[in-house]
């Protein structure tokens, strides 16, 4: 899987929508947010694997590659955790541990999928 852009907005913090090559490097001084990205990729992957409490009041448009298909999610997920979860993947989660998608828009290639 390759990245091809990702932005978002978590509470105060936004990420303009970024591109990325085949080869990145984050550079900067402290405190411009290079760790921020790297949080903000590892909370949609684990969102994608229904594996986060931690996005709750996010949203992203993320834009990758798998093989020869271009994938883009758009996701804005609820920070109200008493909401009900649209899915749940393991019998032993609560609803405190699973996002709550308050919107999902997926596309391959120029077609939007339908879940």
Known sequence: MTIISLAMHDGDWHLQETHFGLFN???GISGVGKTKIL???????RTGIKDSSRASGCSWVAKFNIGDHQYSWE????SDT????IFTSRPDETDRDLPVFEREIIH???SELVA
């Open 82 to 85: 008493g909401r009900s979860p």
């Open 75 to 78: 996701a804005e997920l609820s």
């Open 25 to 27: 490097l984050l550079v």
């Open 108 to 110: 391959l290639d120029s």
């Open 39 to 45: 949080e903000a990729i590892r909370i949609i992957r």
